[in-house]
């Protein structure tokens, strides 16, 4: 298995409060993604990051901040929480550049927001 | 416009052969993955095609037609623990990261 880790592993937390989620990997693959979650949308992209400090958005990225100072983390921000972001949360890591590009995924992270 | 399609559900019998199709249209394709998911854990990657053609890994096997913009799962001799969804996602030439469908939900019965 990649090792790839996301903490905390479940959250609840209030309508207003930032949270952030964690993605530790220790693969030193160059690729890393924020995936949110939910019933009858399948996994959707929220951001992603292609190197130390290199991030782009993804198709729902709106509420969410992304940053990555070093290889191994990548952290993902509610600035300010909302019922609707209430999902399961997925990092996932890849190394383009040298394999076919699959994706390992983390455990998730199941966030409420009451 | 990128766009990949595939069936909600699915239910098959313990033993028996089931086909799980995807469609794609994507812009700068380069090859199509499928994983499966069992509920409430993570995805894990089965297989990848990039070129037109099955692909065999045991029980389970994965075509791919570029031209049809196509492609399928294979799950033979199905077992109660393949319950699971299945995601079909499309890669893209450069950094662009995978596309995924939405995903089918297999249900094995006895």
Redo the contacts between chains.
Sequence with gaps: DAGITQSPRHKVTETGTPVTLRCHQTENHR?M?WYRQDP????R?IH?S?GVKDTDK?EVSDGYSVSRSKTEDFLLTLESATSSQTSVY?CAISD?DRE?????????TRLTVT | GQNIDQPTEMTATEGAIVQINCTYQTSGF??L?WYQQHAG?????LS?N?LDGLEEKGRFSSFLSRSKGYSYLLLKELQMKDSASY?CAA?QTG?T??V????TRLSVIA
């Design positions: 690729y993604y009858g949308h399948g996994l992209l992603y292609y993804g997925f383009r076919i590009g699959e994706q390992y995924f983390g455990p998730g | 380069n090859g993955f854990e993570a995805p894990t990657f990848y990039v995601l890669s950094n990261p995978l995924f469908g939405k995903g």
